[in-house]
């Protein structure tokens, strides 16, 4: 088997193709989280606290001089980070559940009862003749 026979083989099994599509609808869902932070979530905070722009806050550790730009701690955007990670983590522990919910309910439901054998119908077809008798 050539190895372009392998890869084509390896790339369009089915999981291979389910996480593709999964890490691209995860990046997606990312940018739309981090928007939701920075654009939503972080003004509101930040006009709570005292007007304070996180993505603005960060640590001097040394000043700028001539053409070198000053070096920053910018721990703001670490702080808007944390929260996109949060509501990330919180929306996939929601999903996970909803996930697990609907299989505990699958394997909840009974079974219906398996249908007897051909062997089973005609030993109860045989008992019934010779309890006639």
Do not use: C, H
């Amino acid at each position: 088997m050539g190895m372009m026979s392998e890869f084509k083989a390896f790339a369009m099994r089915g999981n291979v193709v389910d996480m593709a599509v999964g890490i691209i609808i995860g990046a997606a869902f990312g940018k739309i989280v981090s928007s939701f932070v920075a654009d939503v979530i972080m003004p509101p905070l930040g006009m709570i606290l005292g007007k304070v722009n996180f993505a603005d806050l960060a640590f001097t550790l040394k000043e700028a001089s001539g053409e070198v730009a000053a070096v920053t701690l910018n721990y703001g955007a670490f702080i808007q980070t944390v929260v996109d990670f949060l509501i990330v983590a919180f929306a996939i522990f929601m999903v996970i559940k909803w996930m697990n919910s609907l299989k505990k309910k699958e394997e909840a439901a009974p079974a219906a009862p398996a249908a007897p054998s051909k062997e089973e119908v005609l030993l109860a077809e045989i008992r019934d003749l010779l309890k006639q008798k």
